[in-house]
Protein backbone atom coordinates (compact mmCIF):
# COMPACT_ATOMS: atom_id res chain seq x y z
CA UNK A 1 0.00 0.00 0.00
CA UNK A 2 1.44 3.25 -1.11
CA UNK A 3 0.23 6.76 0.42
CA UNK A 4 1.26 9.28 -2.76
CA UNK A 5 1.86 12.53 -2.14
CA UNK A 6 4.26 15.38 -3.93
CA UNK A 7 6.10 18.34 -2.63
CA UNK A 8 7.37 17.17 1.12
CA UNK A 9 6.90 20.56 2.96
CA UNK A 10 4.60 19.19 5.45
CA UNK A 11 7.47 20.50 8.55
CA UNK A 12 6.42 22.56 11.27
CA UNK A 13 8.65 25.46 11.55
CA UNK A 14 9.97 25.76 14.96
CA UNK A 15 6.94 23.62 16.36
CA UNK A 16 8.00 23.96 19.94
CA UNK A 17 8.55 27.65 20.32
CA UNK A 18 5.62 29.03 18.49
CA UNK A 19 3.52 27.15 21.20
CA UNK A 20 2.73 28.85 24.72
CA UNK A 21 4.02 27.06 27.96
CA UNK A 22 0.57 26.46 28.74
CA UNK A 23 -0.53 24.98 26.28
CA UNK A 24 1.30 22.03 26.86
CA UNK A 25 0.23 21.59 29.91
CA UNK A 26 -2.17 18.57 29.37
CA UNK A 27 -1.03 16.09 31.12
CA UNK A 28 -3.70 15.25 33.98
CA UNK A 29 -6.62 17.39 32.56
CA UNK A 30 -9.80 15.51 31.36
CA UNK A 31 -11.38 18.00 28.61
CA UNK A 32 -14.99 18.29 28.70
CA UNK A 33 -17.61 19.30 26.18
CA UNK A 34 -17.15 22.51 24.32
CA UNK A 35 -19.94 24.72 23.57
CA UNK A 36 -19.66 26.64 19.93
CA UNK A 37 -21.61 29.02 17.99
CA UNK A 38 -20.15 27.38 15.04
CA UNK A 39 -22.36 24.00 14.31
CA UNK A 40 -19.64 23.00 11.73
CA UNK A 41 -17.05 22.52 14.86
CA UNK A 42 -17.06 19.06 16.52
CA UNK A 43 -17.39 18.94 19.72
CA UNK A 44 -15.92 16.12 22.12
CA UNK A 45 -18.31 14.04 24.40
CA UNK A 46 -18.10 13.58 28.33
CA UNK A 47 -18.74 9.76 28.29
CA UNK A 48 -17.78 7.21 25.57
CA UNK A 49 -19.77 5.57 23.19
CA UNK A 50 -21.34 3.31 26.03
CA UNK A 51 -22.51 5.76 28.24
CA UNK A 52 -19.71 5.21 30.78
CA UNK A 53 -16.70 7.42 31.54
CA UNK A 54 -13.39 7.12 29.11
CA UNK A 55 -11.69 4.48 29.97
CA UNK A 56 -12.00 5.42 33.91
CA UNK A 57 -14.06 2.09 33.89
CA UNK A 58 -11.80 0.22 32.30
CA UNK A 59 -11.49 -2.47 35.13
CA UNK A 60 -14.94 -2.81 35.37
CA UNK A 61 -15.06 -7.01 35.22
CA UNK A 62 -18.67 -6.72 35.95
CA UNK A 63 -19.70 -4.96 32.70
CA UNK A 64 -19.23 -7.73 29.50
CA UNK A 65 -17.67 -5.27 27.28
CA UNK A 66 -14.47 -5.48 29.59
CA UNK A 67 -14.28 -8.77 30.53
CA UNK A 68 -13.49 -9.09 26.28
CA UNK A 69 -11.52 -6.52 27.27
CA UNK A 70 -9.26 -8.07 29.98
CA UNK A 71 -9.28 -11.83 27.92
CA UNK A 72 -7.87 -10.27 24.95
CA UNK A 73 -5.27 -8.66 27.35
CA UNK A 74 -4.77 -12.24 28.74
CA UNK A 75 -3.99 -13.51 25.27
CA UNK A 76 -2.19 -10.06 24.28
CA UNK A 77 0.45 -9.97 27.58
CA UNK A 78 1.12 -13.96 26.93
CA UNK A 79 1.79 -13.90 23.26
CA UNK A 80 4.26 -10.58 23.19
CA UNK A 81 7.70 -11.47 23.32
CA UNK A 82 11.07 -10.15 22.25
CA UNK A 83 11.20 -12.81 19.79
CA UNK A 84 7.84 -12.08 17.95
CA UNK A 85 8.33 -8.71 18.20
CA UNK A 86 11.46 -9.31 16.18
CA UNK A 87 10.27 -11.35 13.96
CA UNK A 88 7.03 -9.51 12.93
CA UNK A 89 9.77 -6.22 12.58
CA UNK A 90 11.58 -8.20 10.21
CA UNK A 91 8.31 -9.92 8.25
CA UNK A 92 6.55 -6.07 7.91
CA UNK A 93 9.15 -3.79 7.56
CA UNK A 94 9.89 -5.15 3.94
CA UNK A 95 6.68 -2.99 3.28
CA UNK A 96 5.37 -5.52 0.57
CA UNK A 97 2.19 -5.88 1.13
CA UNK A 98 0.03 -3.65 -1.17
CA UNK A 99 -0.13 -0.22 -2.99
CA UNK A 100 -2.81 1.95 -1.54
CA UNK A 101 -2.80 5.53 -0.96
CA UNK A 102 -3.40 7.53 2.42
CA UNK A 103 -7.26 8.18 2.20
CA UNK A 104 -7.59 4.37 0.70
CA UNK A 105 -6.36 2.98 3.61
CA UNK A 106 -8.60 5.49 5.71
CA UNK A 107 -11.68 3.86 3.84
CA UNK A 108 -10.46 0.50 4.53
CA UNK A 109 -10.40 0.77 8.16
CA UNK A 110 -14.26 1.08 8.26
CA UNK A 111 -13.69 -2.82 8.00
CA UNK A 112 -11.59 -2.58 11.32
CA UNK A 113 -12.77 -2.92 14.37
CA UNK A 114 -10.81 -2.46 17.88
CA UNK A 115 -11.49 -5.22 20.23
CA UNK A 116 -9.25 -3.93 22.85
CA UNK A 117 -11.14 -0.54 23.36
CA UNK A 118 -13.16 -0.24 25.71
CA UNK A 119 -14.71 3.01 24.49
CA UNK A 120 -15.83 2.83 20.85
CA UNK A 121 -17.22 0.24 18.69
CA UNK A 122 -17.65 2.76 16.26
CA UNK A 123 -15.55 2.19 12.32
CA UNK A 124 -12.23 3.42 12.67
CA UNK A 125 -12.08 6.26 10.08
CA UNK A 126 -14.88 7.76 12.24
CA UNK A 127 -12.17 8.00 15.18
CA UNK A 128 -9.48 8.91 13.11
CA UNK A 129 -11.75 11.95 11.63
CA UNK A 130 -12.92 12.46 15.40
CA UNK A 131 -9.43 12.59 16.63
CA UNK A 132 -8.44 14.97 13.42
CA UNK A 133 -11.54 17.39 13.80
CA UNK A 134 -11.09 17.84 18.05
CA UNK A 135 -7.29 18.78 17.82
CA UNK A 136 -8.03 21.18 14.20
CA UNK A 137 -10.60 23.47 16.26
CA UNK A 138 -8.34 23.74 19.20
CA UNK A 139 -4.59 23.68 17.28
CA UNK A 140 -5.54 25.63 14.12
CA UNK A 141 -2.20 26.37 13.35
CA UNK A 142 -1.03 22.58 13.65
CA UNK A 143 -1.88 21.33 10.34
CA UNK A 144 1.04 18.31 11.24
CA UNK A 145 -1.05 17.17 13.88
CA UNK A 146 -4.02 17.32 12.11
CA UNK A 147 -2.38 14.73 9.84
CA UNK A 148 -1.39 12.63 12.72
CA UNK A 149 -4.43 12.10 13.87
CA UNK A 150 -5.38 11.09 10.42
CA UNK A 151 -2.99 8.61 9.84
CA UNK A 152 -2.04 7.27 13.68
CA UNK A 153 -4.40 4.33 13.79
CA UNK A 154 -3.58 3.08 9.80
CA UNK A 155 -1.58 0.51 10.73
CA UNK A 156 -5.05 -1.25 12.31
CA UNK A 157 -5.51 -3.06 8.60
CA UNK A 158 -2.81 -5.54 9.95
CA UNK A 159 -6.00 -6.99 10.95
CA UNK A 160 -7.49 -7.53 7.80
CA UNK A 161 -6.16 -10.31 4.77
CA UNK A 162 -4.61 -8.14 2.56
CA UNK A 163 -1.85 -7.13 5.44
CA UNK A 164 -1.58 -11.13 6.94
CA UNK A 165 -5.08 -11.35 8.71
CA UNK A 166 -2.84 -10.86 12.37
CA UNK A 167 -5.10 -11.76 15.38
CA UNK A 168 -5.97 -8.52 17.42
CA UNK A 169 -3.64 -9.28 20.37
CA UNK A 170 -0.97 -8.77 17.49
CA UNK A 171 -2.16 -5.43 16.43
CA UNK A 172 -4.28 -3.20 19.35
CA UNK A 173 -4.08 -2.70 22.39
CA UNK A 174 -1.62 -0.79 25.22
CA UNK A 175 1.62 -1.28 24.04
CA UNK A 176 4.86 -1.63 25.92
CA UNK A 177 8.38 -2.16 26.12
CA UNK A 178 9.90 -6.07 25.41
CA UNK A 179 13.34 -7.19 26.43
CA UNK A 180 13.05 -5.72 29.65
CA UNK A 181 11.01 -6.22 33.03
CA UNK A 182 7.13 -6.24 32.52
CA UNK A 183 6.09 -2.61 34.24
CA UNK A 184 3.28 -2.36 37.20
CA UNK A 185 1.91 0.28 35.24
CA UNK A 186 0.68 -1.77 32.49
CA UNK A 187 -3.35 -2.73 32.38
CA UNK A 188 -3.69 -6.62 33.57
CA UNK A 189 -0.25 -6.58 34.68
CA UNK A 190 -1.22 -9.86 36.25
CA UNK A 191 -1.09 -12.03 32.58
CA UNK A 192 2.67 -11.31 31.95
CA UNK A 193 3.38 -14.15 34.67
CA UNK A 194 2.50 -16.67 30.83
CA UNK A 195 4.97 -14.68 28.89
CA UNK A 196 8.34 -16.74 28.67
CA UNK A 197 10.07 -13.64 28.81
CA UNK A 198 8.78 -12.79 32.13
CA UNK A 199 11.65 -15.08 34.06
CA UNK A 200 14.11 -15.23 31.45
CA UNK A 201 17.15 -14.05 33.35
CA UNK A 202 18.02 -11.58 30.88
CA UNK A 203 14.92 -9.42 30.34
CA UNK A 204 13.93 -9.75 33.56
CA UNK A 205 15.67 -6.66 35.42
CA UNK A 206 14.15 -3.07 34.90
CA UNK A 207 16.59 -2.18 32.64
CA UNK A 208 16.98 -5.59 30.66
CA UNK A 209 18.69 -5.37 27.45
CA UNK A 210 18.59 -1.50 27.32
CA UNK A 211 20.29 0.79 29.44
CA UNK A 212 18.95 4.11 31.18
CA UNK A 213 18.09 7.12 28.72
CA UNK A 214 19.15 4.67 25.67
CA UNK A 215 16.09 6.58 24.27
CA UNK A 216 12.55 5.10 23.29
CA UNK A 217 13.92 4.74 19.47
CA UNK A 218 15.98 1.77 20.60
CA UNK A 219 13.81 -0.06 22.57
CA UNK A 220 11.52 -3.13 21.26
CA UNK A 221 8.03 -2.54 21.71
CA UNK A 222 5.17 -4.96 21.87
CA UNK A 223 4.14 -5.51 18.59
CA UNK A 224 1.08 -3.73 16.28
CA UNK A 225 -0.11 -0.83 14.51
CA UNK A 226 1.43 1.95 16.28
CA UNK A 227 5.05 0.36 15.44
CA UNK A 228 3.87 -0.74 11.51
CA UNK A 229 2.89 2.55 10.75
CA UNK A 230 6.14 4.12 12.61
CA UNK A 231 8.50 1.63 9.93
CA UNK A 232 6.31 2.75 7.33
CA UNK A 233 6.72 6.57 7.91
CA UNK A 234 9.89 6.23 8.66
CA UNK A 235 11.52 3.90 6.52
CA UNK A 236 9.76 6.07 3.46
CA UNK A 237 11.03 9.33 4.70
CA UNK A 238 8.07 11.50 6.15
CA UNK A 239 8.52 14.87 6.72
CA UNK A 240 6.23 14.74 9.72
CA UNK A 241 8.54 16.66 12.73
CA UNK A 242 9.85 13.86 15.04
CA UNK A 243 6.67 14.31 17.46
CA UNK A 244 4.11 13.41 14.93
CA UNK A 245 6.38 9.84 14.75
CA UNK A 246 6.44 10.16 18.53
CA UNK A 247 2.85 9.78 18.61
CA UNK A 248 2.46 7.68 16.32
CA UNK A 249 4.54 5.12 17.68
CA UNK A 250 3.74 5.46 21.02
CA UNK A 251 -0.20 6.97 21.62
CA UNK A 252 -0.70 3.64 23.02
CA UNK A 253 1.87 3.32 24.97
CA UNK A 254 -0.39 4.06 28.07
CA UNK A 255 1.91 3.04 30.46
CA UNK A 256 4.59 5.54 29.79
CA UNK A 257 1.88 8.55 28.95
CA UNK A 258 -0.36 7.94 31.01
CA UNK A 259 0.92 5.95 34.50
CA UNK A 260 4.54 7.10 34.42
CA UNK A 261 6.34 3.74 33.70
CA UNK A 262 9.19 3.13 31.35
CA UNK A 263 10.51 6.81 32.21
CA UNK A 264 14.16 5.67 32.93
CA UNK A 265 14.29 4.37 29.43
CA UNK A 266 13.71 7.82 27.49
CA UNK A 267 16.42 10.47 26.60
CA UNK A 268 16.12 14.51 25.93
CA UNK A 269 13.92 14.25 22.88
CA UNK A 270 11.92 11.66 23.98
CA UNK A 271 10.71 13.75 27.12
CA UNK A 272 10.37 16.53 24.74
CA UNK A 273 8.49 14.62 22.26
CA UNK A 274 6.03 13.46 24.89
CA UNK A 275 4.62 17.08 26.13
CA UNK A 276 2.71 16.39 22.38
CA UNK A 277 1.62 13.50 22.78
CA UNK A 278 -0.20 14.45 26.02
CA UNK A 279 -1.39 16.91 24.17
CA UNK A 280 -2.77 14.44 21.01
CA UNK A 281 -3.74 11.62 23.24
CA UNK A 282 -6.31 13.85 25.12
CA UNK A 283 -8.45 14.16 21.86
CA UNK A 284 -7.54 10.62 20.35
CA UNK A 285 -9.04 9.00 23.92
CA UNK A 286 -11.67 11.71 24.59
CA UNK A 287 -13.28 12.84 20.99
CA UNK A 288 -14.29 8.98 20.81
CA UNK A 289 -18.50 9.65 19.89
CA UNK A 290 -21.81 7.91 18.07
CA UNK A 291 -21.93 11.14 16.50
CA UNK A 292 -20.24 10.75 12.83
CA UNK A 293 -17.81 13.38 11.47
CA UNK A 294 -19.82 13.71 7.23
CA UNK A 295 -16.58 12.59 5.73
CA UNK A 296 -17.36 14.23 2.35
CA UNK A 297 -16.81 17.46 3.73
CA UNK A 298 -13.61 17.17 5.80
CA UNK A 299 -12.33 14.97 2.90
CA UNK A 300 -10.89 18.16 0.78
CA UNK A 301 -9.13 19.67 3.60
CA UNK A 302 -7.48 16.45 4.91
CA UNK A 303 -6.76 15.85 1.01
CA UNK A 304 -4.78 19.34 1.23
CA UNK A 305 -2.91 17.62 3.86
CA UNK A 306 -1.94 14.23 2.34
CA UNK A 307 -0.38 16.02 -0.59
CA UNK A 308 2.33 18.18 1.47
CA UNK A 309 4.39 14.75 2.43
CA UNK A 310 6.44 12.36 1.27
CA UNK A 311 5.08 8.33 -0.18
CA UNK A 312 4.02 6.40 2.85
CA UNK A 313 4.74 2.85 1.20
CA UNK A 314 3.38 -0.30 2.42
CA UNK A 315 5.04 -2.18 -0.62
CA UNK A 316 9.23 -2.62 -1.18
CA UNK A 317 10.50 -0.04 -3.23
CA UNK A 318 11.24 -2.63 -6.06
CA UNK A 319 7.70 -4.09 -6.21
CA UNK A 320 6.33 0.04 -6.91
Not at 55 to 66: F, G, I, M, T, V
Not at 113 to 139: F, G, M
Not at 186 to 213: A, Q, R, V, W
Amino acid sequence: MIIPVENPVLVHEDFRKQKKTEELQLDNIIPTSKTSSDDDVFLAPEVNAFGRQFRLDYADANNERQKSVEEFYKTQHTNQTLDFVKKMRHEYGKLDKMVMNIWECCELLNEVVDESDPDLDEPQIQHLLQSAEAIRKDYPNEDWLHLTALIHDLGKVLTLPQFGGLPQWAVVGDTFPVGCAFDESNIHHKYFMENPDFNDPNYKTKNGIYSEGCGLENVFMSWGHDDYMYLVAKENGSTLPSAGLFIIRYHSFYPLHKAGGYTHLMDEEDKDNLKWLHVFNNYDLYSKSKVHVDVEKVKPYYMSLIKKVRNFAFISSEDE
